[in-house]
Each structure stands twice: as structure tokens, then as C-alpha cells.
């Protein structure tokens, strides 16, 4: 995986907010959409067959509604 790269949370049911997001999309569609940065070592980032990367979310639900998200992987040379 070449980096930088970026988890785009698309979609994310109103009144729920990504806690540790690194920032809000500028680019990507849908603007506004929280994302994650991914930290890759060096240029990027060499998975063998069946390797994984493991996330973990933080979100602010205040009315305890059930949470729906798409997740896009991004790769771009400036922030999404």
C-alpha cells in the first residue's frame, strides 16, 4: 500500500461524531466526512497474504443511536 493513506468514513449517521478523527474531508466526497489518517512506515506499507491492520473508532453518540458508516480507503498525495 503506497502511501500517505486515509480512511474516509462516508455516510456516518447524523448527530454521531468520530472522535479521533484526524480531520474532515476537503476533497473527497462527500465533503465534511471525517477520516482517519493511516501511519505507514516510510514510502508505504507491504502486507503479506491474509496481514491485516487493525482500527479502532471513537465516536460521540449522545442519543444512543445505532451507527452506520461506509469506510473508503484513499490514497492521495495531499489530504483528502
Given at each position: 500500500?503506497?502511501?500517505?493513506?486515509?480512511?474516509?468514513?462516508?455516510?456516518?449517521?447524523?448527530?454521531?461524531?468520530?472522535?479521533?478523527?484526524?480531520?474532515?474531508?476537503?476533497?473527497?466526497?462527500?465533503?465534511?466526512?471525517?477520516?482517519?489518517?493511516?501511519?505507514?512506515?516510510?514510502?508505504?506499507?507491504?502486507?503479506?497474504?491474509?496481514?491485516?491492520?487493525?482500527?479502532?473508532?471513537?465516536?460521540?453518540?449522545?442519543?444512543?443511536?445505532?451507527?452506520?458508516?461506509t469506510l473508503d480507503v484513499v490514497g492521495t498525495s495531499a489530504q483528502p
Amino acid at each position: 500500500l503506497p502511501g500517505p493513506l486515509f480512511l474516509v468514513l462516508k455516510g456516518l449517521t447524523g448527530g454521531v461524531t468520530l472522535v479521533s478523527k484526524s480531520g474532515l474531508t476537503a476533497v473527497v466526497a462527500p465533503l465534511g466526512s471525517p477520516y482517519l489518517v493511516v501511519p505507514l512506515p516510510g514510502d508505504g506499507l507491504v502486507l503479506p497474504p491474509g496481514g491485516f491492520l487493525q482500527f479502532t473508532f471513537k465516536f460521540l453518540n449522545p442519543d444512543r443511536l445505532s451507527i452506520a458508516y461506509t469506510l473508503d480507503v484513499v490514497g492521495t498525495s495531499a489530504q483528502p
